[in-house]
């Protein structure tokens, strides 16, 4: 059984930064950090596999970073130049290959969970 537990969300001024941590404990070969605004689905929005090979959706690349720690079995999400559409509830998974090896997928493909943490963001 894979566990998470995110950490790190908080609010803060367009165009600032936050890095957000979700520690893993177990086995998986993809994570992922997606994103819920109220009311609609949760989207993936980075993801990385065990060897460190990550993937972002179009409205986060360059500005955010996903990175893993093995010795600290710790994913992070560097989010820089932050916006207030990125204001919403973040949340890290994690699952094995399948059912594919990329790991940018939706989350029913998903079946291990954080519980979240709210990224607010003012402009």
């Known amino acids: 059984q894979v566990q998470l537990v995110e950490s790190g969300g908080g609010s803060v001024q367009a165009g600032g930064s936050l890095r957000l941590s979700c520690s893993v404990s177990g086995n998986w070969f993809c994570m992922a950090w997606f994103r819920r605004v109220s009311g609609r689905e949760r989207e993936a929005i980075a993801s990385?596999?065990?060897?460190?090979?990550?993937g972002y959706k179009n409205s986060v690349k360059g500005r955010f970073t996903i990175s893993l720690d093995n010795d600290k079995n710790t994913v992070y999400l560097q989010m820089n130049s932050l916006r207030p559409e990125d204001t919403a509830m973040y949340y890290c998974?994690?699952?094995?290959?399948?059912?594919?090896?990329?790991?940018?997928?939706?989350?029913?493909?998903?079946?291990?969970w954080g519980q979240g943490t709210q990224v607010t963001v003012s402009s």
């Open positions: 990385i596999n065990i060897d460190r090979e990550p």
């Open positions: 998974a994690a699952r094995g290959r399948e059912p594919s090896g990329w790991c940018l997928q939706p989350s029913y493909t998903y079946k291990n």
